[in-house]
């Protein structure tokens, strides 16, 4: 089933405790994306991937890290998280590079940073 | 950058009539707007796109008009249906700040009552 799969979906932290979301879809798809979702803001871009080794900023990127090593994978690292990191988050993949297509939306993780 | 207002935040209406949405976007030069539901505790899903060299596109009971002058567009649902009950955003992509970025608007809660 093409699919893009999270974990974990829920998490929940203390202020400053490294933690990863993995992110994984197999649809071959060449552009992933994070987003973060809060009440009264809707859904906003943290960082996005075109392809392999090229990532850049989305809209909110402070206190987040990406990498793309393979195609399939696209982890969200906080390498210090903090309280108004507490959100939903979402991972997302499409087929054009550009992202100017349909994005699937894995099921969400929800963070919680205490 | 880009800025995609959304309205109204809720909206209430009886199972069987239409329901519009309405978002506004400030670059000019973005060219792809898609629309995207989200049902609760799932991701959001594509319902319908359009790119800016159409004025109209439809699905069905659903329908979405682009007018590039005014810099809308609009969603919308005939004869509604309980099961169209949940959050839908608008999204923008392709403008001159945002290349490769989907910009979403803040979401609207529709409920379709029985």
């Known amino acids: 089933e093409a699919q893009v799969t999270q974990n974990p979906r829920y998490l929940i932290t203390v202020t400053g405790k490294k933690l990863t979301v993995t992110c994984s879809q197999n649809?071959?798809?060449?552009?992933m994306s994070w987003y973060r979702q809060d009440p009264g803001l809707g859904l906003r871009q943290i960082y996005y991937s075109m392809n392999v080794e090229v990532t850049d900023k989305g809209d909110v990127p402070e206190g987040y890290k990406v990498s793309r090593k393979e195609k399939r994978n696209f982890p969200l690292i906080l390498e210090s998280p903090s309280p108004n990191q507490t959100s939903l988050y979402f991972c997302?993949?499409?087929?054009?590079?550009?992202?100017?297509?349909?994005?699937?939306f894995g099921p969400g993780t929800r963070l919680t940073v205490l | 950058g880009e800025n995609v207002e959304q309205h109204p935040s809720t909206l209430s209406v009886q199972e069987g009539d239409s329901a519009v949405i309405k978002c506004t976007y400030s670059d000019s030069a973005s060219n792809y707007f898609p629309w995207y539901k989200q049902e609760l505790g799932k991701g959001p899903q594509l319902i319908i796109d359009i790119r800016s060299n159409v004025g109209e596109k439809k699905d069905q009971r659903i329908a979405v008009t682009l007018n590039k002058t005014a810099k809308h567009f609009s969603l919308h649902i005939t004869e509604t249906q309980p099961e169209d009950s949940a959050v839908y955003f608008c999204a923008a992509s392709g403008g001159s700040g945002a290349t490769n970025k989907l910009i979403f608007g803040t979401g609207t809660l529709l409920a379709v009552q029985p």
């Open positions: 997302a993949s499409s087929l054009a590079s550009t992202g100017t297509d349909t994005q699937y």
């Open positions: 649809m071959n798809h060449e552009y």
